[in-house]
């Protein structure tokens, strides 16, 4: 019989070839600095992925060649010490070992008892519970990220404030329109997950923001009587910790005492703003997340990891097992005894609405024994020194101008020009509309010519309707000389662009 597998028919040349592996991307890894931080990819390379479908066999040797030539030196640049454009994480060499481990053993974590993938991740979630300062009971799910993150806890939110039986009627059988609550600044995950929830995005009430871009809770406190006044039934408060546009962390204590006060679900998007929690001069900041009902978070992020993790954490265990929890025959669990579906604990697909599910839990759980939590702590609070010694750099500079307060290691700001500097000096308000709009259209382009250019990743942002480059400092790399670097580039652009000189 004429059998086959896909495993290397040269065992040796298989091994020569992943030390090799190993060896470039170490040497890549290491060098990173030393290369653009993006290039555009030509339009060889786009005309590349459009071959055919491959039919027959190649080496591993030439797919790995194609891959040095046409993949690798098109990164998003993400792992390069000057990318700090969204909210892109870094990751780490330790992280990207093991993944290859993880890959290896190809566990599927989505259930079955008794092996190792399994007790990694509830060790994290237990870890995770005591960074967080949430209770023993509570449960816990890795997940791709965030915004999966944020759709399990708001459907553990809908499913355990629902008037009826949700699961079985869906909201088809609520007698009220459920409602819940944020600041017009969170993220849009959140909206994509009451829309995906079939709550309806009308259900997300987007409240305004004071000065520090935080919920205004007079405001929400105004909602929430509007909708009880309407007949509606409102059901959950989404505070932000760490907004993605400015970094502003909601005042989680104040939102912590309405959701008690009005018995709502407390939710905290923690993307990567939780994280503030291990660094000594910042975990104020975040002072009352440990009172959520759920958290989400991010590790892909503020956590370095890399790409994807991220995390759930929810107080009531029953609430979330509750709205996940499903065992066809065929997935029998729970039940002790031996074997593979032999234990007596929940699997993971009890608290997700995935089922398969790959090791993520390894490169979290080797990247914190490598490095010990104290020096995340210490990068994170280097982030945000970062963060505000850029600021210090904007605000001493006249041709530039903050576009929002820096709380955390986020900072929006935008180049004025010189006649921006006189506007300035005169009042905010003497800008007309014209001079905004070229302004915008100026940062526009110096957003460009930095990408372009190779020299530094930011991303851009529209802040209270003008645009700002925006930096969210989430790179364990970069060094206080990156944004000197920065500031003096993005000066001698916008002089060379030669508006308001
Ligand atoms: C505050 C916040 N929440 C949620 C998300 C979504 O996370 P993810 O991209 O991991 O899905 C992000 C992503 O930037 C974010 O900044």
Same mark, same amino acid.
């Given at each position: ?74 990164? #998003? ?78 459907? #553990? ?54 000065? %520090? ?9 105004? %909602? @929430? ?15 932000? %910790? ?43 900041? #975040? ?92 990068? @994170? ?22 576009? %929002? ?93 030669? #508006?308001?000189?």
């Amino acid at each position: 019989m004429n059998e086959e597998t896909l495993d290397p028919k040269d065992w040796k040349a298989m091994a020569a070839l992943g030390h090799r592996m190993v060896d470039d991307m170490v040497h890549y890894l290491q060098t990173v600095g030393d290369r653009p931080v993006w290039k555009h990819a030509p339009q060889e390379i786009k005309s590349h992925f459009t071959r055919e479908l491959p039919l027959d066999p190649q080496a591993p040797e030439q797919v790995y060649e194609e891959f040095l030539e046409y993949v690798l030196p098109y990164p #998003v640049g993400n792992i390069h010490p000057r990318f700090w454009g969204w909210v892109i994480g870094t990751g780490t060499v330790q992280g990207a070992f093991a993944e290859m481990l993880a890959a290896a053993m190809n566990t599927n974590t989505g259930g079955l008892d008794h092996h190792s993938a399994n007790h990694v991740e509830s060790q994290l979630i237990r870890w995770f519970r005591e960074i967080f300062g949430f209770p023993a009971g509570a449960s816990g799910v890795l997940t791709s990220g965030c915004s999966a993150a944020n759709l399990i806890a708001l459907a #553990v939110a809908r499913n355990a404030k629902a008037e009826g039986d949700l699961r079985r009627q869906g909201l088809q059988g609520a007698k009220r329109r459920m409602i819940c609550y944020g600041s017009e600044e969170i993220h849009s995950s959140l909206q994509k997950a009451v829309e995906l929830l079939g709550l309806g995005s009308d259900c997300l009430r987007t409240v305004a923001v004071n000065d %520090a871009f935080q919920i205004d809770t007079g405001k929400l406190e105004e %909602a @929430i009587a509007g909708d009880r006044e309407r007949g509606f039934l409102p059901f959950c408060i989404i505070g932000a %910790a760490g907004t993605t546009n400015t970094g502003a962390v909601d005042d989680l204590q104040a939102l912590a005492d309405i959701s008690e006060r009005e018995g709502l679900w407390f939710h905290v998007d923690g993307a990567f703003g939780a994280w503030a929690v291990l660094a000594p001069g910042a975990k104020e900041k #975040v002072r009352g997340l440990e009172r959520a009902d759920s958290l989400a978070l991010d590790l892909h992020k503020w956590m370095y990891m890399p790409y994807e993790i991220g995390c759930v954490l929810v107080r009531s265990e029953q609430s979330h097992r509750s709205t996940f929890s499903l065992t066809p025959a065929y997935l029998a669990h729970g039940e002790g005894g031996q074997g593979l579906t032999g234990g007596d604990l929940p699997w993971f697909s009890d608290y997700h609405f995935q089922l398969s599910r790959g090791f993520r839990a390894l490169k979290a759980w080797m990247s914190l024994k490598e490095h010990g939590l104290r020096k995340y702590g210490r990068l @994170i609070e280097q982030n945000i020194r970062q963060a505000s010694y850029l600021g210090s750099l904007v605000e001493q500079e006249p041709l530039l101008e903050l576009g %929002a307060p820096v709380t955390l290691n986020v900072v929006c700001f935008r180049y004025v020009g010189r006649e921006g500097e006189q506007t300035r000096r005169a009042g905010w308000t003497e800008r007309t509309e014209q001079e905004e709009q070229a302004v915008d259209a100026l940062n526009r382009e110096i957003l460009v010519r930095l990408q372009e250019g190779g020299i530094a990743v930011p991303s851009g942002t529209t802040i209270r309707g003008r645009y700002h480059l925006h930096l969210a400092i989430t790179n364990h790399r970069s060094r206080q000389e990156d944004f000197d670097l920065l500031i003096r580039e993005v000066l001698r652009i916008g002089e060379e662009l030669g #508006v308001g000189s």
